[in-house]
């Protein structure tokens, strides 16, 4: 009787660590891709862009459990937006489609997005008009983030 309670214990965490994956999947993503997108405003995507994007989401600890599917998910992004910015651009909108439901995801992917635009010490013009696109999609009040429409 010990011993399936003990096993049946390991699979019910193991099913719990399971759906916090799943739940938070789409933030991931929602996040990956939007720093990406606003990465490739410029027309280029910055390695250190991609590197403050890494760190952001493993410095996140809701996020930090995913390991290497968040560097999977960057170079999918990555080359999506690379051999069509349409294409990556229409994926990645899709991804930010996930959370645009749920307030507090909305603002955590805005955030980092803003964070990302913000690596190189300012936004440039190109990343703030991706911002405002994003966060109007989101209906954020863009002057909460320090943004003006």
């Known amino acids: 009787m010990f ?3 003990k096993l049946l214990g390991k ?3 193991n099913a719990q660590a399971e759906m916090k994956k799943v739940v938070n999947r789409d933030l991931m993503q ?5 720093g990406l997108l606003v ?3 410029d027309g280029t995507i910055e390695p250190s862009e991609v590197a403050k994007l890494d760190e952001l989401i493993r410095a996140n600890p809701s996020l930090s459990h995913f390991g290497s599917e968040i560097t999977e998910t ?3 992004f990555t080359a999506q937006l690379n051999a069509n910015f349409q294409v990556g651009r229409l994926a990645i909108k899709r991804e930010l489609a996930d959370v645009k439901n749920c307030q507090q995801d909305a603002e955590e992917a ?6 990302i635009a913000q690596a190189d010490g300012e936004i440039e013009p190109a ?3 991706v911002l405002k696109e994003i966060g109007l999609h989101f209906g954020l009040r863009l002057s909460d983030f320090g943004i003006e429409a």
């Open 3 to 5: 011993g399936l309670k």
């Open 11 to 13: 699979h019910t965490g």
């Open 30 to 34: 929602a996040i990956v891709g939007g």
């Open 39 to 41: 990465a490739a405003a």
């Open 74 to 76: 960057i170079n999918r």
């Open 110 to 115: 805005f955030v980092n997005m803003i964070a």
């Open 127 to 129: 990343e703030l008009v």
